[in-house]
């Protein structure tokens, strides 16, 4: 049984900044990913408060917003069987140091603040961000 999944993937600014994010989007497509929607915009610091606000009690939270709105983002939709849980093995742990070999993270993060990618932790969640960048 097929099991389609949108996930929501951001390229955080780091990567923008470094122009690797066609690099990153190429391993998305590598792994069977299709970029259904896709922008590069800026957030405000506000929106990045919204979009994080599952961390608001975390000690990092104040930095990852400002961080997050920083500078250019590469926002899209990423669509295939399991995306949510395979994006996240692709993407690679949460701090690039622990990321496995092979894994976005550990191929371009460089440090668990700028660790190079977001990806949607559930498919609740998938649908709560999707909605949250392409509510039109
Ligand atoms: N983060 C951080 N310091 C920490 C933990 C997380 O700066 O100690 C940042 C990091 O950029 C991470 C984001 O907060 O990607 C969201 O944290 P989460 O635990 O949801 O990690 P993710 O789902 O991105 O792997
Ligand atoms: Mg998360």
Redesign the pocket.
């Known amino acids: 049984m097929s099991n389609i999944e949108q996930t929501l993937s951001i390229i955080k600014p780091d990567a923008v900044e470094r122009n690797i994010d066609n690099e990153i989007k190429q391993m998305f497509k590598n792994k069977g990913f299709s970029v259904v929607k896709e922008k590069k915009i800026q957030i405000e610091k506000s929106e990045a408060e919204k979009f ?1 606000k599952v ?1 608001e009690t975390k000690p ?1 939270y104040n ?2 917003c400002s961080y997050l709105s920083s500078g250019p983002i590469v926002v899209m939709v990423l669509e295939k069987e399991n995306a949510v849980l395979d994006n996240r093995k692709l ?1 690679g742990a ?1 701090n690039p140091k622990d990321a496995e070999e092979g894994t976005i993270r550990r191929k371009y993060g460089i440090s ?2 700028k ?1 190079s990618v ?2 949607s ?1 559930s498919d609740e969640n998938a649908k709560i961000e999707i909605d949250f960048f392409f509510r039109d």
Do not use: C, K, P, S
Request: hydrophobic share 30%; net charge negative.
């Open positions: 994080y961390h990092f930095d990852l993407m949460t668990i603040d660790n977001h990806g932790d």
